[in-house]
């Protein structure tokens, strides 16, 4: 079992940054996948960014590609998303998810382990 724990979530105005954190409990979540989902109101969750275990393997949504960075500290059991240049489109619930398996996903249903998710909003 892994639980998921997102922080770092607010108010930034449109250019600004914000630094996304998802601490991680379960001895498994260092040989896990992790990616993070966002959804804004009215709108399906959609990927954002994906890791592999090691970090070694890296995928962006095409929105966000040269913007956001998503890393990982196994020895802290936690995944970053950081956000920069932000825009009023990116303003949504970023849900952190985690997989049961090393090799990076990128659609939800490859994910076991959800997050609460934390509030991004984005004013211009």
């Known amino acids: 079992q892994v639980q998921l724990v997102e922080s770092g979530g607010g108010l930034v105005q449109a250019g600004g940054s914000l630094r996304l954190s998802c601490a991680a409990s379960?001895?498994?979540?260092?040989?896990?996948?992790a990616g993070w989902f966002r959804q804004a109101p009215g709108k399906e969750r959609e990927f954002v960014a994906a890791?592999?275990?090691?970090?070694?393997?890296?995928y962006y949504a095409d929105s966000v590609k040269g913007r956001f960075t998503i890393s990982r500290d196994n020895a802290k059991n936690t995944v970053y998303l950081q956000m920069n240049s932000l825009k009023p489109e990116d303003t949504a619930v970023y849900y952190c998810?985690?997989?049961?398996?090393?090799?990076?996903?990128?659609?939800?249903?490859?994910?076991?382990?959800w997050g609460q998710g934390t509030q991004v909003t984005v004013s211009s």
């Open positions: 379960g001895r498994t979540f260092s040989s896990s996948a």
């Open positions: 890791i592999n275990w090691s970090g070694g393997s890296i």
């Open positions: 998810a985690a997989r049961d398996h090393a090799r990076t996903g990128l659609t939800r249903m490859e994910y076991k382990y």
